[in-house]
């Protein structure tokens, strides 16, 4: 398995991981044991999990001996960074058009949402382009390998 993947899949284990666990913290404090919201908010510190991906350098060292980053995976890195930025402005989108109809055009919005609003925008960024860099890998794998099956026969 490549770094990259390696990586990504990582990425996807750790983000999964701690929403689940923020999610569920969550829903057992407020529907279980009837704390207030406010206090049931906190189930998501589990977000902090988050912080695990900063330890990818140390946890996926580069072999210095051979090659890890060529013209093929700049190629899927790109494809897999404009795919996870389309889906962020889709978020963006439907994530500024839908308090507008909620509150209406004199409404307020607190200030609460805007933070939480970016912050779970860079999770949608970071998971979808995990997503698409092993799709991208797995596909050009399988092309390759149908490629040089066609030559041999």
Same mark, same amino acid.
């Given at each position: 398995?490549?770094?990259?993947? +390696? $990586?990504?899949?990582?990425?996807?284990?750790?983000?999964?991981?701690?929403?689940?666990?923020?999610?569920?913290?969550?829903?057992?404090? =407020?529907?279980?044991?009837?704390?207030?919201?406010?206090?049931?908010?906190? *189930?998501?510190?589990?977000?902090?999990?988050?912080?695990?991906?900063?330890?990818?350098?140390? #946890?996926?060292? +580069?072999?210095?001996?051979?090659?890890? =980053?060529?013209?093929?995976?700049?190629?899927?890195?790109?494809?897999?960074?404009?795919?996870?930025?389309?889906?962020?402005?889709? =978020?963006?989108? #439907?994530?500024?058009?839908?308090?507008?109809?909620?509150? *209406?055009?004199? *409404?307020?919005?607190?200030?609460?949402?805007?933070?939480?609003?970016?912050?779970?925008?860079?999770?949608?960024?970071?998971?979808?382009?995990?997503?698409?860099?092993? $799709?991208? =890998?797995?596909?050009?794998?399988?092309?390759?390998?149908?490629?040089? +099956?066609?030559?041999?026969?």
């Amino acid at each position: 398995m490549h770094r990259t993947q +390696k $990586i990504a899949l990582f990425n996807i284990i750790v983000i999964f991981s701690a929403l689940a666990l923020s999610l569920i913290t969550f829903c057992v404090a =407020y529907y279980v044991l009837d704390l207030p919201f406010k206090r049931a908010i906190l *189930g998501f510190v589990f977000l902090s999990i988050l912080g695990l991906r900063s330890c990818i350098p140390l #946890i996926f060292n +580069k072999e210095s001996s051979t090659v890890t =980053y060529d013209e093929r995976d700049s190629l899927i890195h790109k494809k897999a960074s404009l795919g996870a930025y389309s889906i962020f402005w889709f =978020y963006c989108s #439907i994530g500024s058009i839908i308090p507008l109809l909620i509150v *209406g055009v004199q *409404g307020k919005i607190s200030v609460l949402y805007l933070p939480i609003f970016i912050f779970f925008g860079r999770i949608i960024i970071n998971l979808t382009q995990s997503i698409l860099l092993l $799709i991208d =890998y797995g596909w050009s794998k399988k092309e390759n390998e149908s490629d040089t +099956k066609k030559c041999m026969v």
